[in-house]
């Protein structure tokens, strides 16, 4: 079956130190990947996304990410956290043929920033 | 253009009752998706249409549950007689067709008592 696991419901970084973010999908065919990030009472903004080509992708908010085929991995990662950055974080995995907007969502990965 | 619109932010109803949202998507955009948010965990999927036509649902989507999009433009969600397991955040998201990615609305936050 078609999943999303992020293994790591919370996780506290100080401001500036570097972050990754685990998520492991499982899907039968190339699979479109998406990171979403979430703050409070709010919905989804897209941080960036993989469709194909370049296994390392930049998004915005100087996030990027790393599509390993072979681990089925697309961890996220930024070099230094700022405080806004604060928020829930959502891997996804697109499940539909040229439908890229059918998603199965990760449960989050809840990020803390400390000062 | 303002992004995908959701109305209202937020609606408390005692149970039993029914209640509608609206989704208003990017304006440009053919494809609507519905999806439902508890407290703790990641969205999950409950149906989208591809302008008027409802393409697929979900088992999430019980009897309950009805979504329209009559013109191809806005989206409305119907819950009927709902149960206190309906509490959630119902997010909207639309896109173009093809692989391209979705955007969220701000979604509604649903509290039955």
């Known amino acids: 079956a078609q999943s999303v696991t992020q293994p790591d419901i919370h996780i506290t970084v100080s401001e500036g130190a570097s972050l990754e973010l685990r998520c492991n999908y499982s899907y039968g065919a190339t699979p479109y990947l998406f990171w979403y990030v979430q703050s409070p009472g709010q919905g989804l903004q897209l941080l960036l996304k993989y469709f194909s080509g370049d296994t390392l992708v930049q998004g915005i908010k100087g996030f990027e990410a790393e599509f390993k085929r072979s681990q089925s991995s697309f961890n996220l990662r930024k070099p230094s956290v700022h405080w806004s950055d604060a928020a829930e974080y959502f891997c996804a995995v697109g499940t539909g043929s040229s439908n890229t907007g059918k998603l199965i969502f990760g449960q989050g990965t809840t990020l803390q920033v400390k000062p | 253009d303002t992004g995908v619109s959701q109305n209202p932010r937020h609606k408390i109803t005692k149970r039993g009752q029914n209640v509608t949202f609206r989704c208003d998507p990017i304006?440009?955009?053919?494809?609507l998706y519905w999806y439902r948010q508890t407290l703790g965990q990641g969205p999950e999927f409950l149906t989208y249409f591809q302008n008027e036509a409802q393409l697929e649902k979900s088992r999430l989507l019980s009897d309950r549950f009805s979504a329209e999009r009559p013109k191809g433009s806005f989206s409305t969600l119907e819950i009927q007689r709902t149960e206190q397991g309906d509490s959630a955040m119902y997010l909207c998201?639309?896109?173009?067709?093809?692989?391209?990615?979705?955007?969220f609305g701000q979604g509604t936050r649903l509290t039955v008592v």
């Open positions: 304006s440009e955009h053919n494809r």
């Open positions: 998201a639309s896109s173009l067709y093809g692989n391209t990615e979705a955007f």
